[in-house]
T-cell receptor, first 115, second 115 residues
Framework: GAVVSQHPSWVICKSGTSVKIECRSL??????MFWYRQFPKQSLMLMAT?????????EQGVEKDKFLINHASLTLSTLTVTSAHPEDSSFYIC???????????FGEGSRLTVL | AQSVTQLGSHVSVSEGALVLLRCNYS??????LFWYVQYPNQGLQLLLK??????LVKGINGFEAEFKKSETSFHLTKPSAHMSDAAEYFC?????????????FGKGTTLSVSS
């Protein structure tokens, strides 16, 4: 149980276009999901906390208008990178937790390359 | 506020040797502590976690870690390294009394295993 799935795993897009990444909790409901960004050979940096039915909470330094987060249901959160630029190329990972378990379950990650 | 420090960005061992990956944390509240492993271009896999109870925690693949409150440490060990253990390892912390909070990650330690 407690499986989190991301789609797509890999995406290549042209500069200026928008890309949507989906994060689904497959066998549990997640009122809160988290989006992380990971640069090569570096750690995971929390970007934002996605709350079902309300606005996401962004970490300091993360552009809200560039990284749009929507958590429309208890099993789905989406991250849209708007007007993508090469510096947005990165590995994006989502996670969700089970109430009372105190741990997060991570998706497989989505590798974004902006040309 | 919470933080994690992983001492040593790169650790190299021989196959069959002891693995020791160091993690120190800072937390103003009782912490939950985790070790995750990441293989290239993949998400994170939970190795083990400490929430409450026994301070020596056993995880998957023969890894274990000991929570030492007095030393604010949660070092990861494995008695005998295997080639398949070569990966990136992340220590993470979250606040035990705050359900649905994000994990804060250390910068990671790359483990290399030579034959």
């Amino acid at each position: 149980g407690a499986v989190v799935s991301q789609h797509p795993s890999w995406v290549i897009c042209k500069s200026g276009t928008s890309v949507k990444i989906e994060c689904r909790s497959l066998d549990f409901q997640a009122t809160t999901m988290f989006w992380y960004r990971q640069f090569p050979k570096q750690s995971l940096m929390l970007m934002a906390t996605s709350n079902e039915g309300s606005k996401a909470t962004y970490e300091q330094g993360v552009e809200k208008d560039k990284f749009l987060i929507n958590h429309a249901s208890l099993t789905l959160s989406t991250l849209t990178v708007t007007s993508a630029h090469p510096e947005d190329s990165s590995f994006y990972i989502c996670s969700a937790g089970l109430a009372g378990r105190g741990e997060l379950f991570f998706g497989e990650g989505s590798r974004l390359t902006v040309l | 506020a919470q933080s994690v420090t992983q001492l040593g960005s790169h650790v190299s061992v021989s196959e069959g040797a002891l693995v020791l990956l160091r993690c120190n944390y800072s937390s103003s509240v009782p912490p939950y502590l985790f070790w995750y492993v990441q293989y290239p271009n993949q998400g994170l896999q939970l190795l083990l976690k400490y929430t409450t109870g026994a301070t020596l925690v056993k995880g998957i693949n023969g890894f274990e870690a000991e929570f030492k409150k007095s030393e604010t440490s949660f070092h990861l060990t494995k008695p005998s390294a295997h080639m398949s253990d070569a990966a990136e390892y992340f220590c993470a912390v979250t606040a035990a009394n705050q359900a649905g909070t994000a994990l804060i990650f250390g910068k990671g330690t790359t483990l290399s295993v030579s034959s």
